[in-house]
């Protein structure tokens, strides 16, 4: 089992912190951004053509609630059943950066502010 440590690369391009990630940490998955079988997510793929590292970079859509690609029925129902909340995170890492936002992440063991 991995450890959990701030490490940037491993921010989700919705904003979740994959590091602190029960999967990621038992080996089951790569974390978001190197899972390739993620083609199924529009907010990877929207930051993957778009060069950026998350929605936190998006020069098209001001506001993180606003874009239809990451505030989606789907992400509701995710963020509603685990009372997490990405566009929080994305707004953190707006403000604070990556490198803050992997620390506090990996600090408080969790892979996403809670709701």
């Given at each position: 089992?991995k450890?959990?440590?701030?490490?940037?690369?491993l921010?989700?391009?919705?904003?979740l912190?994959?590091g602190?990630?029960?999967?990621?940490?038992?080996?089951?998955?790569?974390?978001?951004?190197?899972?390739?079988?993620?083609t199924?997510?529009k907010?990877?793929?929207?930051?993957?053509e778009?060069?950026?590292?998350?929605?936190a970079?998006?020069?098209?859509?001001s506001?993180?609630?606003d874009?239809?690609k990451?505030n989606?029925?789907?992400?509701?129902?995710?963020?509603?059943?685990?009372?997490?909340?990405?566009?929080?995170?994305?707004n953190?890492?707006?403000?604070?950066g990556?490198?803050?936002?992997a620390?506090?992440?990996?600090?408080?063991k969790?892979?996403?502010?809670?709701?």
């Amino acid at each position: 089992m991995k450890t959990i440590t701030a490490d940037k690369s491993l921010i989700a391009a919705c904003g979740l912190y994959c590091g602190a990630c029960k999967r990621y940490l038992n080996e089951k998955c790569p974390g978001c951004k190197k899972n390739e079988k993620a083609t199924w997510c529009k907010t990877k793929s929207c930051c993957s053509e778009n060069n950026y590292s998350s929605c936190a970079d998006c020069k098209t859509v001001s506001e993180a609630k606003d874009c239809k690609k990451v505030n989606n029925l789907i992400s509701k129902f995710f963020s509603l059943i685990f009372r997490s909340n990405r566009l929080e995170c994305i707004n953190i890492i707006k403000k604070n950066g990556y490198d803050k936002f992997a620390r506090e992440m990996a600090e408080k063991k969790t892979m996403t502010i809670k709701k």
